[in-house]
């Protein structure tokens, strides 16, 4: 019996250690977030626009950046809830930012860029 209760405190301590080190890993570990989809088109045809730079801001610090598939899709998932700065940049298009995305737990935040 007391193999089994000191085998059940470590593997209860093991589980809280993993806890703690996803969660001091950033923004985007943290479970139970939001998630955001991002999307680029030309403005004018509605064309995808792929391998656009999109950077994600908080409080004006660069957390996260990636580039559009060959859809024009980005997609972020496990963002910790709260506001964003979202910004699209292609070689051959205006650089764009929307301001204040709000990400909510456990659901997706969807915004387009539509480029000119």
Not at 44 to 72: C, F, Q, W
Request: hydrophobic share 40%; net charge positive.
């Amino acid at each position: 019996m007391r193999t089994l209760a000191i085998l059940l405190l470590t593997l209860v301590s093991f589980s809280a250690l993993a806890q703690n080190n996803r969660e001091s890993e950033g923004e985007w570990s943290i479970i139970g977030g939001g998630a955001l989809m991002v999307t680029v088109v030309e403005g004018a045809t509605m064309k995808v626009i792929p391998s656009s730079v999109i950077n994600v801001y908080k409080n004006d610090l660069l957390l996260k950046t990636g580039i559009t598939d060959s859809s024009g899709i980005y997609t972020i998932e496990n963002i910790h809830p709260g506001s964003y700065k979202i910004s699209c940049d292609h070689k051959i298009q205006k650089k764009s930012m929307i301001k204040n995305v709000v990400i909510v737990e456990n659901k997706a935040t969807i915004i387009e860029f539509k480029m000119n």
